[in-house]
């Protein structure tokens, strides 16, 4: 029972830190191409419940309040074994106190996911199921009845309350054993507060204009041909093209499709914003090594299924607005837009939709697109796309645009396309 303990614990360390890593990734500014394990035994991601409100409690992410705990009980093991008898049943006992809190939690944040007040999360779900199991080894480790642990912690308490105690030596050295836990505990919470309010805080640090400026303008302008056929908001003729790489299951392209709206009616005609398909899929990717993100092959697809009646963008927000990217979410995302169905499973299959995809993909590996999402602004490649940054840019390019049309008007389609 003691190494049904120790593996769950294990178990349960590996998942919150790879959840907590996951959380420092997706609060940073830099496009996500690591692999996401969510995905990759699960079929779906655990980034649309990392980034929910919920993922963050009393300043540090729930993955972090993971690592403090699994270290807290792996301490309180350790010490129950170091000081022998006159603390283990007392650190077992506390750690029963604490796998209990731990399991109502986690039953809390399950019922949670299961109503659809947060997203759901594979990985999270396991580790609560972990948390619920703990119960059973920590209760055995005692090695006494649950109303000897009850009388156990009131002792406890009124040591704590009253200071008397008739077995002072044994009180000491429970109380060092206690407090160094307590310690323990304290070092990995502040190791990962640290670590993230120092990612939060890069992702949203300051940057020099003129030097973003000047590093745009000295980066290589390539030719990126598009057509009045492509998937994009604002006129053909706009001064500014914005054209973005994406891929429906990635977490970075959802962060910027949130941007979209914003960026389109804030600039109005004076910017194009252009969707290319680029799933880093090996299923249709020739590019993608692996399955990065599973099933963004798929919806590609589907979007340019829905696309040919005129529901691309209605679809695309629809899909990045969606938890679960699979291919049931599709086909219920359709019937939401009242699309044709018969129709719309038709297109999917087509070869022609196969070939528009295929086109971009190709197009985005001959001009070095290695993540998603990769943005181009007027044919420069933009590597941070803060908000802040894309809105400078873009006014920039406008201003530019307006300066070379005062000069000449016959250039002005040249500095925009």
């Known amino acids: 029972m003691k190494y049904f303990g120790l593996i769950l614990i294990g178990l349960g360390l590996a998942i919150s830190g790879y959840l907590f890593w996951r959380h420092l990734l997706l609060a940073g500014s830099a496009p996500q191409t690591e692999t996401d394990f969510c995905s990759a035994l699960f079929g779906t991601g655990c980034d649309d419940a990392l980034r929910s409100p919920l993922a963050v409690q009393l300043g540090i992410p729930l993955a972090g309040w993971g690592l403090v705990y699994y270290g807290t009980l792996c301490a309180l093991l350790l010490l129950g074994r170091v000081l022998g008898e006159t603390f283990r ?13 731990a399991a109502v939690g986690s039953i809390a944040l399950f019922a949670m996911m299961v109503t659809g007040r947060s997203p759901f ?12 199991l ?8 005692t090695g006494r009845s649950l109303h000897r642990s009850v009388q156990a912690v009131g002792r406890a308490i009124d040591f704590v309350v009253t200071g008397k105690t008739t077995e002072p030596m044994a009180a000491r050295w429970k109380f060092v054993g206690f407090i160094t836990a307590g310690l323990v505990a304290v070092v990995i919470y502040q190791w990962v507060y640290v670590e993230f309010t120092s990612h939060t805080q890069a992702a949203e640090a300051p940057f020099d204009p003129h030097q ?4 745009f303008e000295s980066s290589v302008r390539r030719h990126i041909p598009v057509s009045k056929t492509d998937r994009a908001l604002g006129p053909f003729e706009a001064p500014v093209q914005m054209i973005v790489f ?3 299951r990635c977490p970075g392209c959802r962060k910027l499709a949130r941007m979209v709206p914003a960026l389109a009616k804030q600039f109005g005609d004076a910017l194009r914003i252009v969707f290319k398909h680029y799933p880093l899929d090996s299923t249709c990717n020739p590019a993608a090594q692996q399955k990065l993100h599973p099933g963004a092959c798929k919806a590609a697809r589907a979007a340019e299924a829905a696309a040919e009646q005129g529901q691309f963008w209605a679809f695309h927000d629809s899909v990045f607005a969606t938890p679960r990217g699979d291919t049931a979410s599709m086909k219920s995302i359709a019937e939401k837009l009242d699309l044709d169905l018969e129709r719309f499973e038709t297109q999917r299959a087509k070869a022609a939709t196969r070939a528009k995809i295929q086109s971009d993909i190709e197009l985005g590996t001959r001009l070095g697109v290695d993540g998603t999402p990769s943005v181009f602004i007027n044919g420069r490649r933009i590597y941070d796309i803060r908000p802040k940054i894309l809105l400078l840019l873009i006014a920039h390019e406008i201003l530019a645009a307006n300066q070379v049309s005062q000069e000449n008007p016959q250039q002005v389609s040249m500095a925009a396309h």
Do not use: E, W, Y
Request: aromatic letters at 4%; proline letters at 5%; glycine letters at 4%.
């Open 89 to 101: 049943f007392d650190a077992m006992t506390a750690a029963l106190l604490l796998a209990g809190a």
């Open 134 to 141: 703990l119960l059973v080894p920590t209760k055995r480790l």
């Open 212 to 215: 973003v400026v000047a590093q």
């Open 121 to 132: 999360c594979p990985l999270c779900a396991t580790v609560h199921g972990i948390n619920l």
């Open 246 to 248: 994406s891929d429906f």
